[in-house]
C-alpha cells in the first residue's frame, strides 16, 4: 500500500487533452495557473454542469412521502425538479445566458472569456438550450444518475501505474455515463481508449471498494464473479446533449493492451513537448 501511495497518478483528462490537441493542454495549464481567460467552449461547457446540478433539489428524498428522487421517472420526477418540463429548462437557461453574457461581455468562474469569433456568445445559447432539452428529457426518460456520482474523479491502480479518472455519471444496472455536444459515431465510441479507461476503473473499483459497489448498486456476488481487469458486463453510454441520441459500448481485456499502449505513446509525447517548451523559454528573450 505504500508503495502504491508513493505513485503519481496519472490524469486521464489531462492525457485525452493532450491526445486531441497539444496545446489545449498547455493553455489549460495556464489557465489553472494565471488568470488569463477561459476559451468559449470551456464556458460553456462550466455553464452547462452548473445548470444540471442546479435543476435538482437540494435533498434527495423528496414529497410527503420522501420517495427517493433516484427511483422517480416522468411526470413525477418533473415535478420534483427545479423546472418541471424540458422546454422550460431550455429556455430558462438560454435567458439566464442571454442576461449575463451580453454582447461577449461577462464571466464565468469569475474569468474573463477568450471567443473564437464575434457571434459564439450567441450561438451558444441556442446549443445550450438544445443541451438543456435533452438532458431534462434523458431524466425524464431514464431517471437520475446516482447523484453523488456526478462529475466525480475517481482513483485505481492498474498495474504500476495509478490512474484518476472522471465519471460524468454512474447508473445503476453497471452504466458507466458520459455526456457532451461532441458528435461520436458508433465507430468513435467503440475505438476510444478512453472508454476503456473509465470501463476498467468501474470494474477494478466495484471489486476492490465495498462503498463504492454498494453506492453502485453491485451485488457482492456479481463482483465477485468477475475476473480481473474489465467486466464485459458494463457498458458506457454516451448521451448526445446536441441531437438527444444515445450511443453504447462495451469492453473486455482484449481491449486493455491497445488501451495501455495509447497511454504509453501519450506519456512519451507530453515528456517530449514539456521538455521542448522548457528549452524555447529559456532561449526566450522577453
Wanted: with cysteine; glycine share 6%.
Amino acid at each position: 500500500m505504500a508503495k502504491y501511495n508513493q505513485v503519481q497518478a496519472i490524469s486521464a483528462g489531462k492525457l485525452r487533452t493532450f491526445h486531441t490537441c497539444p496545446y489545449a493542454y498547455f493553455l489549460d495549464e495556464q489557465i489553472r495557473e494565471a488568470n488569463i481567460p477561459i476559451t468559449g467552449f470551456s464556458a460553456k461547457h462550466y455553464w452547462l454542469q452548473n445548470a444540471f446540478r442546479k435543476l435538482f433539489p437540494g435533498e434527495r428524498h423528496v414529497g410527503h412521502e420522501l420517495a427517493d428522487i433516484e427511483d422517480l421517472r416522468g411526470e413525477e420526477l418533473a415535478k420534483h425538479l427545479k423546472y418541471h418540463s424540458a422546454d422550460a429548462f431550455g429556455n430558462a437557461m438560454k435567458g439566464l445566458w442571454q442576461r449575463y453574457i451580453i454582447d461577449q461581455e461577462g464571466t464565468v468562474h469569475d474569468r474573463q472569456i477568450a471567443w473564437l469569433y464575434n457571434e459564439q456568445w450567441w450561438k451558444a445559447a441556442a446549443e445550450i438550450r438544445a443541451a438543456c432539452v435533452n438532458y431534462c428529457n434523458f431524466l425524464l426518460d431514464e431517471g437520475p444518475p446516482i447523484l453523488a456520482f456526478r462529475d466525480k474523479d475517481v482513483a485505481f491502480h492498474y498495474g504500476d501505474k495509478k490512474f484518476v479518472v472522471r465519471f460524468d455519471a454512474i447508473r445503476r444496472g453497471l452504466v458507466v455515463c458520459e455526456q457532451g455536444t461532441k458528435q461520436r459515431t458508433q465507430k468513435d465510441l467503440d475505438s476510444d481508449w478512453t472508454a476503456t479507461l473509465q470501463l476498467l476503473a468501474f470494474s477494478t473499483l466495484a471489486r476492490s471498494e465495498e462503498a463504492y459497489r454498494i453506492k453502485w448498486g453491485v451485488e457482492l456476488a456479481v463482483a465477485e464473479s468477475w475476473r480481473e481487469g474489465i467486466c464485459p458486463e458494463v457498458k458506457l453510454r454516451y448521451y448526445n446533449l446536441s441531437r438527444g441520441e444515445i450511443t453504447e459500448t462495451r469492453r473486455s481485456n482484449d481491449d486493455l493492451p491497445e488501451m495501455s499502449g495509447t497511454v504509453e505513446d501519450i506519456q512519451v509525447r507530453i515528456k517530449k513537448a514539456v521538455q521542448r517548451k522548457a528549452q524555447q523559454e529559456k532561449r526566450c528573450c522577453l
